[in-house]
């Protein structure tokens, strides 16, 4: 008798997992020696240097927060690949939500000469789950913000809408940033993929947010595109199926 079994898929699952705590490791791996460092520096040839310790401190905060961010996202993503196939069954308004995170981020955006506009049509209700469609949203905008704003000075826009039609609902953050190369768009979902290294964690990124995105919508059983190009901006689309006119229970609205 001959067994014969594709292993392709297991094969495909462990190295995935073996990629992923390789990238995790080094993630926090980086901010921890850096902390180790300045902490040796300060017990030993620094240790009367009140200017030093001030600087060093500060540095130490910076890298804590970076881990601390890294974990959080860690958790979240791993909480939502737990529930990932369990729909939210929740009424929701996307419009609220957009609305609220903008609010939320304006300061941000003001900070960094960033003008975010705002086109949220009515009744845009969906079946979601409210803590991660923030997230997404959340996410979505605050990367606009970040990647647009301009390093020479001069306004950038952010433009976010949420369209309602009869069997969908849209959201969509457009920017008008450096834009993303062809090469990239397939694998800005991938946990800690970053186009440019460097910049992402200049900017506090952790290389998780857009996979958190990813996930996030395909637990409510939707879609999520990339539409970008070198100098012309670039733009992230969620599309969601619209709740019905029977259903009730909107909340956060």
Do not use: W
Not at 66 to 77: K, N, P, T, V
Not at 113 to 118: A, M
Not at 196 to 214: C, E, H, N, P, W
């Amino acid at each position: 008798m001959l067994i014969m079994r594709d292993m392709s898929e297991s094969r495909r699952v462990e190295r995935m997992r073996a990629d992923f705590i390789a990238n995790a490791s080094h993630e926090l791996r980086t901010p921890l020696a850096s902390m180790l460092g300045f902490i040796e520096t300060l017990q030993g040839p620094a240790k009367n240097d009140e200017g030093a310790r001030e600087r060093f401190l500060g540095v130490m905060a910076e890298q804590g927060q970076r881990m601390a961010r890294l974990i959080d996202d860690l958790l979240s993503l791993s909480r939502i690949e737990q529930n990932l196939h369990v729909r939210p069954q929740t009424i929701v308004d996307l419009g609220s939500i957009a609305q609220h995170v903008a609010d939320t981020l304006r300061p941000t955006a003001e900070g960094s000469q960033v003008r975010v506009n705002l086109d949220i049509e009515p009744n845009a209700r969906i079946r979601g789950d409210y803590d991660e469609l923030v997230r997404v949203a959340e996410n979505l905008i605050e990367n606009a913000i970040k990647y647009s704003a301009r390093e020479g000075g001069g306004t950038a826009i952010v433009d976010v809408h949420v369209e309602a039609e009869d069997k969908t609902v849209r959201l969509r953050v457009c920017d008008d940033g450096p834009g993303i190369a062809a090469e990239h768009l397939t694998r800005l979902t991938e946990r800690f993929y970053r186009v440019d290294t460097a910049a992402s964690r200049a900017k506090g990124g952790t290389g998780l947010g857009l996979a958190i995105v990813k996930h996030i919508v395909a637990r409510h059983r939707g879609r999520f595109t990339i539409d970008s190009r070198p100098g012309e901006g670039s733009t992230f689309t969620v599309t969601l199926e619209r709740a019905g006119a029977a259903d009730n229970g909107v909340i956060h609205s």
